[in-house]
């Protein structure tokens, strides 16, 4: 079946740790986003890649960082710099010419304690 | 992007039509309206989109005004299933564009 995986489904860190959050699609789409969501509020981009080898950052870059080396894969790394990291983190794609229909993963729970 | 109003929350029997709601009256001539929904801890669900004429699809309806300053998303048999937060997006369409998520609507079905 074709869709986006992401892993794992709730993580736990201790502050100050780096952590790396899963994203993974069989689509065969060009574009994928982070997003990140606090409860009772809605989603905000993190950062966006139309392209292998290229991303921009979206509305909170900061204290994340990723990386866009293959087509399917578009992992996010929570840094030590990120203030307030614990929310519900969701990976998405779509194909990069023609629309908004955004496929969405699962989503990553992390808390930081 | 033009700035979406929805109703914080609404309710809907089982087996009647919910109509939700989205007032977006700064929308320029080339941006397309899209409804996604969010079902509790789980990623967002596209349902359906367009840009003046009203659409149709297996989930839903979109009803958008001739002004194209509003638009209606009707469910027309809402199950217990349909439960889940309804945000309503308005955006350009063409080479992948970021999508902005407010608060959306919060549609509880009940028996």
């Known amino acids: 079946d074709g869709g986006i995986t992401q892993s794992p489904k709730y993580l736990f860190r201790k502050e100050g740790q780096n952590v790396t959050l899963s994203c993974e699609q069989n689509l065969n789409h060009d574009a994928m986003y982070w997003y990140r969501q606090d409860p009772g509020q809605g989603l905000r981009l993190i950062y966006y890649?139309?392209?292998?080898?290229?991303?921009q950052k979206g509305d909170i870059a900061e204290g994340y960082s990723v990386s866009r080396e293959k087509k399917e894969s578009f992992p996010l790394t929570v840094t030590s710099a990120q203030k307030n990291p614990t929310a519900f983190y969701l990976c998405?794609?779509?194909?990069?010419?023609?629309?908004?229909?955004?496929?969405f993963g699962p989503g990553t729970r992390l808390t930081v304690l | 992007d033009a700035k979406t109003t929805q109703p914080t929350s609404m309710d809907c029997a089982e087996g009647r039509a919910a109509n939700l709601p989205c007032n977006h009256s700064?929308?320029?001539?080339?941006?397309?309206v899209y409804w996604y929904r969010q079902i509790h801890s789980q990623g967002p669900q596209y349902i359906i989109h367009g840009l003046k004429n009203n659409e149709t699809n297996e989930m839903a309806s979109l009803i958008i005004t001739e002004d194209r300053k509003s638009s209606t998303l009707i469910l027309p048999h809402a199950t217990l299933r349909d439960t889940a937060v309804y945000y309503c997006?308005?955006?350009?369409?063409?080479?992948?564009?970021?999508?902005?998520f407010g608060t959306g609507t919060r549609l509880q079905v009940t028996l």
């Open positions: 998405a794609s779509s194909i990069a010419q023609g629309g908004n229909e955004q496929f």
């Open positions: 997006i308005v955006t350009i369409t063409g080479t992948a564009s970021k999508l902005t």
């Open positions: 890649s139309q392209i292998v080898n290229d991303f």
């Open positions: 700064t929308i320029s001539g080339n941006e397309y």
